[in-house]
């Protein structure tokens, strides 16, 4: 029999303390930045039935040929970790009527939590990774792309981050896509045995997805490609031509990059990356990706609805904040610690603390029977703002002794008022 393994899977990360309070932080700046453009939290399951994931992704993307944690469960029903957010946001919006006339358009929600692929785990990629992203639905607007777009900027900004550039592009309307389509076949046909064994099994399914490809063997074709923007319809080059106006109009630094597809077939118009350049990073790192799509509410039952989005992730996300020395530091100070010294008084130290904490001040005490010494070196570790000392005489006569850490004065009180009013007591320090 194998020996057990008490560790985490491949591809995981224990997120610490020290850890969890930067992304609370994070998160706290998306729920409140995102609250401002109006989008409000959706939560969905982890886990899906596996065709929401393999019907919007497409069955050629690498998400499902490829990276999809998959399984049949008891009930021997196909289930997956979700991939992504879009997908289950799109199945809740359809299930859930959100399209009814009786809630607003756009429809706008966010969303943050875990995703799951099985990939090569490798700097800032994970197995279980986390994301924040947000969906509005309902619209065709070319200036809901740019609200996205610049929300994204803002939030990232509101984090300290700096040197930001969007990478822009179009897939156009449908029609626009069939006309680029066949002349990408045209292209790509004579040159089919030297492309690599994916992109030969995606030619003909979804030729798109070969400019998506990293294998050496495509790049030095895709080089060469027909570009989708000499193919675009009248509709699909007026909305392509506003994009660019209002991201102008609004000072957000952009360049056009007519290779980029994005990894999920169900795209069309507007794509974009955003990424930052910076000297310590040795290039641009993409930080967040998305733009527009149409079909998917109809592809799950629901009625031709638009929709538009953007994921970031957290992970690099927060390498980047980091490297860039942006990273928020956490304040782990306490407001209180109880010092309490001899057997008789560990009740009234346990009282005295959570009063304290009533009152919404952090606070801590000894649960180690250590001497007072040992108390207050903790104290000063957590550089607590004021210690509570309660001994034996204390206790006696019904008090105990509040001492301010940074200026060394000390005051008697009644255990009664510290109960009932230790605010006031703290406020009116400076007065005696």
């Known amino acids: 029999m194998a020996k057990a393994t008490f560790q985490k899977p491949k591809g995981t990360a224990d997120l610490l303390p ?49 990276e999809m944690y998959d399984f049949h469960d008891k009930g021997d029903r196909h289930i997956a970790l979700r991939p992504e957010g879009t997908a289950g946001v799109v199945r809740a919006f359809v299930e859930n009527k959100l399209y009814g006339p009786e809630f607003d358009k756009p429809y706008k929600a966010f969303y943050i939590g875990p995703m799951f692929r099985y990939e090569r785990p490798q700097a800032g990629r994970f197995r279980q990774f986390h994301q924040i992203g947000v969906e ?51 292209y790509l046909r004579p040159h089919a045995t030297e492309l690599s064994q994916d992109s030969q099994e995606r030619l003909d399914k979804n030729p798109l997805r070969v400019l998506d490809s990293k294998d050496p063997k495509d790049q030095k074709f895709v080089a060469n490609a027909p570009s989708i923007l000499d193919y675009l319809s009248d509709e699909a080059t ?88 942006v990273a928020p530091t956490i304040d782990n100070t306490l407001d209180f610690y109880v010092v309490n010294i001899g057997k008789q008084t560990d009740v009234v130290a346990t009282q005295i603390v959570q009063a304290v904490r009533s009152f919404g001040y952090a606070a801590e005490r000894d649960y180690l029977s250590r001497s ?33 850490m940074s200026t060394g004065q000390q005051q008697t009180i009644k255990l009664a008022d510290l109960y009932t009013d230790l605010p006031t007591i703290i406020d009116s320090e400076g007065d005696n």
């Open 18 to 66: 020290e850890q969890t309070a930067q992304w609370q932080h994070i998160e706290n700046i998306a729920r409140l930045l995102f609250r401002d453009y109006n989008f409000k939290e959706i939560r969905t399951p982890m886990f899906e039935n596996f065709e929401v994931f393999s019907r919007s992704a497409g069955d050629t993307s690498d998400v499902v040929t490829k």
């Open 136 to 186: 509005a639905f309902g619209s065709e607007s070319p200036a809901l792309d740019v609200e996205v777009i610049a929300m994204a900027i803002d939030f990232f900004k509101t984090l300290g981050l700096e040197n930001l550039r969007v990478a822009i592009n179009t897939l156009g309307d449908q029609l626009s896509r069939d006309q680029y389509r066949q002349a990408l076949i045209d």
């Open 238 to 325: 007026q909305h392509w031509q506003t994009v660019k106006e209002m991201l102008t109009a609004l000072n957000i630094d952009f360049v056009i990059d007519a290779t980029m597809v994005r990894g999920l077939d169900y795209y069309n118009d507007t794509i974009f990356e955003i990424m930052t350049v910076d000297d310590s990073l040795k290039g641009a790192a993409t930080i967040a990706g998305g733009g527009r799509y149409s079909g998917l509410v109809k592809e799950f039952g629901g009625p031709e609805t638009p929709g538009v989005g953007f994921g970031i992730g957290m992970e690099r996300l927060i390498s980047l904040l980091i490297a860039q020395n």
């Open 372 to 404: 007072a010494k040992a108390q207050f070196k903790t104290a000063d570790r957590h550089k607590s703002q004021y210690v509570i000392t309660i001994g034996e005489t204390e206790l006696y006569n019904h008090v105990a002794n509040i001492k301010n």
